[in-house]
Every structure is written in structure tokens, then in C-alpha cells.
T-cell receptor, first 114, second 116 residues
Framework: DVKVTQSSRYLVKRTGEKVFLECVQD?????MFWYRQDPGLGLRLIYF???????EKGDIPEGYSVSREKKERFSLILESASTNQTSMYLC?????????????FGPGTRLTVL | AQSVTQLDSHVSVSEGTPVLLRCNYS??????LFWYVQHPNKGLQLLLK??????LVKGINGFEAEFKKSETSFHLTKPSAHMSDAAEYFC??????????????FGTGTRLLVSP
């Protein structure tokens, strides 16, 4: 079974702090994704990566950056956390970029910014 | 751009009765469509996907969905609800980024409540 793990289930940070969210997948997938989930809005794509050191902006990249130094690990970085970044963050991975490809999700990190 | 609309934010059923979660899509080409489920405090799990083969798609846990091009719909059904089906369900369409990569576009979700 594909396993996608995220470093924390719950995180509380202060406004202005630098925040790192880590994601690891164990299936040698090429592609990794970061989403945020907010009530009534579904999931929205922040960034994705299609190879080591390669990344592309999603629909809502402002205030975020990412890092992929190794194939299995994809980090989301909030350079200076703000209260409007309080949300559930979900990481996903997939094998290819075909239109039919399944994405596999981690359990999520609920981030609260005070 | 592709999009999906989930017509109900909440659906309540009794255990043992049928489930219907409605989803309409908008697509400029033949779409790939998915249903994902999210149980409380868990990640999203794929229920089923339509990839232009059979229009009736069977998924896990007794769920199925029918692709209807004439109605631009992809409704999720189950003949008999279980208490364990209580969760949030997302209808999803596959789209392409401006650089040609696949991305998923999620609906806003339908919360299914199952009462004894």
C-alpha cells in the first residue's frame, strides 16, 4: 500500500513565525502535491513538484514556498505565518501525470496560527 | 478550465436506505472524474474513478457512480447506507495546468450523515 506521512497532525504557531510542514511518501512516486482544505471550499492546490528540485505553482501559492531535495520528501514552507493561513494542509503523491492518475493523500496537518 | 459542482453540502440518510450524492461537471474535453472520501481525522481515500471506459463505475465499499454526458453528471450512489459511511465526499475532475501537468480540481464536498 502507498503510504504518505506528514510530520505533525496538529501544529500551533505564532504570527510571523517560519513554519515547515514535511511530507514523505514511500512508493517512489514522481509527483507530490500540497493542498489546503477549508470548510466550504474543498481542497485547493498550493504547489506541486514533478521531480526532485522541480516545482510549479498551483492555484493559491501566495505566502508559501516548497522544497524537494529528495524524491520521497516534499516540504511546504510558510515564510512568515499569518492568521489567514490557519487551515488543514494535505500532502499527496502520484506516480505519473496522466489525466487518470490517482493521487494518494496523507492524513493532514491542522495548522493554527495565533 | 474544468470544474465540478456538488449540489448538496449535507445529505442525511437512515442506515439501510439508499445514498445519492450529486455532482455536475463542466469540461471542454472528455473528463476524468473521481470520488474521494474523507473520514474524520483521516486523509482522503479514492472511492472510484471514471476514465472514459465503462460509464457505470464500481468502487470500494459498495459505492458506484454513473457518468452521464448528456446531463454532465457523475452522481455517487450506494443501495444501502452503513453507519461507517458517515464522512465527507468530494467529487473531483482532472484538469491541466498551463504547462500541461495534471491537477485535480475538487468540489466543495458533501457531508453524509447516517442515523441509526
Amino acid at each position: 500500500d502507498v503510504k504518505v506521512t506528514q510530520s505533525s497532525r496538529y501544529l500551533v504557531k505564532r504570527t510571523g513565525e517560519k513554519v515547515f510542514l514535511e511530507c514523505v511518501q514511500d512508493m517512489d512516486h514522481e509527483n507530490m502535491f500540497w493542498y489546503r482544505q477549508d470548510p466550504g471550499l474543498g481542497l485547493r492546490l498550493i504547489y506541486f513538484s514533478y521531480d526532485v528540485k522541480m516545482k510549479e505553482k498551483g492555484d493559491i501559492p501566495e505566502g508559501y514556498s516548497v522544497s524537494r531535495e529528495k524524491k520521497e520528501r516534499f516540504s511546504l514552507i510558510l515564510e512568515s505565518a499569518s492568521t489567514n493561513q490557519t487551515s488543514m494542509y494535505l500532502c499527496a503523491s502520484s506516480q505519473r501525470f496522466s489525466q487518470t492518475d490517482t493521487q494518494y493523500f496523507g492524513p493532514g496537518t491542522r495548522l493554527t496560527v495565533l | 478550465a474544468q470544474s465540478v459542482t456538488q449540489l448538496d453540502s449535507h445529505v442525511s440518510v437512515s442506515e439501510g436506505t439508499p445514498v445519492l450524492l450529486r455532482c455536475n461537471y463542466s469540461s471542454s474535453y472528455s473528463p476524468s472524474l473521481f470520488w474521494y472520501v474523507q473520514h474524520p481525522n483521516k486523509g482522503l481515500q479514492l472511492l472510484l474513478k471514471y476514465t472514459s471506459a465503462a460509464t457505470l463505475v464500481k468502487g470500494i465499499n459498495g459505492f458506484e457512480a454513473e457518468f452521464k454526458k448528456s446531463e454532465t453528471s457523475f452522481h455517487l450512489t450506494k443501495p444501502s447506507a452503513h453507519m461507517s459511511d458517515a464522512a465527507e465526499y468530494f467529487c473531483v475532475v482532472s484538469d491541466r495546468t498551463s504547462t500541461g501537468f495534471q491537477k485535480l480540481v475538487f468540489g466543495t464536498g458533501t457531508r453524509l450523515l447516517v442515523s441509526p
